[in-house]
């Protein structure tokens, strides 16, 4: 019963390297999202998606790629790292459907603590 | 647009003592909201949820919040606080029409629990 694994929990890179960050869940859910988390700043989205091959722009998509080759895979790319990308990233997932019947209650991944020199 | 602020980023209180973690939005329309906790080196898990109906919502580990339309609050609350709460609190906010698929998160309140 893992729920949502992000992989790997903690990476150092130089800047202008590249990585890609691995989500996967074992749920069945539809909608996928990637956040990024701040001193003082809360989380904000910075891509999701509704399903399988979809993606969709959040609030701080800049520098960020995603793919969502496989329903339960959700893939977080950098392909230049910049030290504003500091940051620890969670990844969430949830059912989908209906907000009011509480469809869309996100299950949260442990993060992933990404430092760029 | 919307937004969430959470008054205060850091809350300390003596153990067995009540809390309370105040949050606003700002929204002209009808919102869903959430609290979510983060414990030391763990994702976020959610604490408690109102989406509609009775505007007191009873959430896990003892912890209330009530919504307020009419001063846009959703502060949550536990009358005696343990150690074990200490932890990181986010407030969110879904508004209930239009197209966004995605939840408004706060700064968070760091609430630590003394002995």
């Known amino acids: 019963n893992a729920g949502v694994t992000q992989t790997p929990k903690f990476r150092v890179l130089k800047t202008g390297q590249s990585m890609t960050l691995l989500c996967a869940q074992d749920?069945?859910?539809?909608?996928m999202y990637w956040y990024r988390q701040d001193p003082g700043m809360g989380l904000r989205l910075i891509h999701y998606?509704?399903?399988?091959?979809?993606?969709a722009k959040g609030e701080v998509p800049d520098g960020y790629n995603v793919s969502r080759l496989k329903k339960q895979n959700f893939l977080l790319g950098l392909e230049s790292a910049a030290p504003s990308q500091t940051s620890v990233y969670f990844c969430?997932?949830?059912?989908?459907?209906?907000?009011?019947?509480?469809?869309?209650?996100?299950?949260f991944g442990a993060g992933s603590r990404l430092t760029v020199l | 647009a919307q937004s969430v602020t959470q008054l205060d980023s850091q809350v300390p209180v003596f153990e067995e003592a009540p809390v309370e973690l105040r949050c606003n939005y700002s929204?002209?329309?009808?919102?869903?909201l959430f609290w979510y906790v983060q414990y030391p080196n763990q994702g976020l898990q959610l604490l408690l949820k109102?989406?509609?109906?009775?505007?007191l919502v009873k959430g896990i580990n003892g912890f209330e919040a009530e919504f307020n339309k009419s001063q846009t609050s959703f502060h949550l609350r536990k009358p005696s606080v343990h150690i074990s709460d200490t932890a990181e609190y986010f407030c969110?906010?879904?508004?209930?029409?239009?197209?966004?698929?995605?939840?408004?998160f706060g700064s968070g309140t760091q609430l630590t629990v003394l002995p």
């Open positions: 969430a997932s949830s059912r989908g459907g209906d907000w009011s019947s509480g469809a869309n209650v996100l299950t």
């Open positions: 749920m069945n859910h539809e909608y």
């Open positions: 998606s509704v399903g399988e091959g979809t993606t």
């Open positions: 929204s002209s329309v009808s919102v869903y």
């Open positions: 109102y989406l509609s109906g009775s505007t």
């Open positions: 969110a906010v879904r508004v209930f029409s239009g197209s966004a698929r995605q939840l408004t």
